[in-house]
């Protein structure tokens, strides 16, 4: 959480989450290099070259100070950002590999010979 002004920030999250039936000692390590999710290419964001995209922005702020009467987080994720006040660059990415490892169900026998 950022209380006042920031030119810059990069929030990262590199996460696995694990269920397992067995001990984790007796199961075996798991690696994020086993898993594509990690290392794939976070795509680019490309801005259209029409003139219809053409964004300008002006700013005056009269009174510079922040002031904020009351703020409800219901929840905030892993690499978020909740930022009171200006920012110029910000990045976040958060990457989560869920696993659940249990034995499989075993198929009942048929009632009926």
């Given amino acids: 959480m950022q209380l006042g002004d920031r030119s810059e920030s990069n929030s990262t999250l590199r996460a696995i989450a694990l269920q397992r039936q067995e001990d984790h000692p007796y199961a075996g390590d798991v690696f994020f290099e086993s898993y ?18 053409i964004v300008q922005t002006y700013r005056l702020n009269q009174n510079p100070s922040i002031s904020v009467g009351c703020i409800s987080i219901t929840s905030a994720g892993a690499a978020s950002q909740i930022v009171i006040g200006r920012g110029q660059t910000h990045r976040s990415e958060s990457r989560i590999k869920h696993i659940r490892q249990y034995a499989g169900h075993q198929p009942l026998p048929p009632i009926c010979p």
């Fill in 36 to 53: 594509v999710i990690f290392s794939r290419p976070i795509p680019e964001i490309v801005d259209a070259d029409d003139d219809d995209s």
